[in-house]
């Protein structure tokens, strides 16, 4: 079956900009949705489809997909912005797969 | 103010059924602009797309989990629900209610607070 694989872990700057990816064939044919999460909270939309970013959402948030891959970039990241990030997509079997999730140290 | 609030038991023993309600505050549940989501999230894991329906009855479940799911909605409750049967202990998490983008099925600009269920006997 199709998966989407994030790395565990990065950190970044306060500042600086950090990429997240998401990696999957599934996403060579459709879009992937990020999900922020922060503990004990439920998961907040932060983009979705081409490159969507919800009302409310920063515009340091950012998204884009080559190939397999898709990437949600922060460009200034603040410290607020530490949390887990998941990516999604559907799959032509019409499932919906998660990432794993990639945490978000700012430092 | 919209809102989304799940319900249902906290404990439910194995072999039996969860069952949970989302209920819908501050907004119509009579829109095919929606899908109205299940997700869960086991223990310090990630997420799991459960499955979601839309206001006409359409449904779509997880192939991993579809032979014990059933989904339903309640226009006149403003209400949609979760039934998974035969639960083991590894049907233990959050459960969370969602509901999508406008247009967009696959990603969910509201959620429920969601609520743990845990499956002991």
């Known amino acids: 079956s199709s998966e989407l694989t994030q790395d565990p872990a990065v950190s970044v700057a306060l500042g600086q900009t950090v990429r997240i990816t998401c990696r999957g064939v599934?996403?060579?044919?459709?879009?992937a949705s990020w999900h922020q999460q922060k503990p004990g909270q439920a998961p907040v939309l932060i983009m979705y489809?081409?490159?969507n970013r919800p009302s409310g959402i920063p515009d340091r948030f950012s998204g884009s997909r080559s190939g397999n891959t898709a990437s949600l970039t922060i460009t200034g990241a603040q410290a607020e912005d530490e949390a887990d990030y998941y990516c999604?997509?559907?799959?032509?079997?019409?499932?919906?797969?998660f990432g794993g999730g990639t945490k978000v140290t700012v430092l | 103010q919209v809102q989304l609030q799940e319900s249902g038991p906290g404990l439910v023993k194995p072999s039996q059924t969860l069952s949970l309600t989302c209920s819908v505050f501050g907004a119509s549940i009579s829109s095919g602009d929606f899908s109205w989501t299940w997700i869960r999230q086991h223990p310090g894991k990630g997420l799991e797309w459960i499955g979601h329906?839309?206001?006409?009855?359409?449904?779509y479940y997880n192939s991993s989990l579809k032979s014990r799911v059933i989904m339903s909605l309640d226009s006149s409750k403003k209400q949609f629900a979760l039934m998974l049967n035969s639960v083991t202990a590894a049907d233990t998490a959050v459960y969370y209610c969602?509901?999508?983008?406008?247009?967009?099925?696959?990603?969910?600009?509201?959620w429920g607070r969601g609520t743990l269920v845990t499956v002991t006997s």
């Open positions: 489809g081409k490159n």
């Open positions: 999604n997509c559907r799959e032509s079997s019409g499932n919906v797969v």
């Open positions: 969602a509901r999508s983008a406008e247009g967009y099925s696959y990603g969910w600009g509201l």
């Open positions: 599934s996403l060579r044919s459709y879009y």
């Open positions: 329906m839309y206001y006409g009855g359409s449904t």
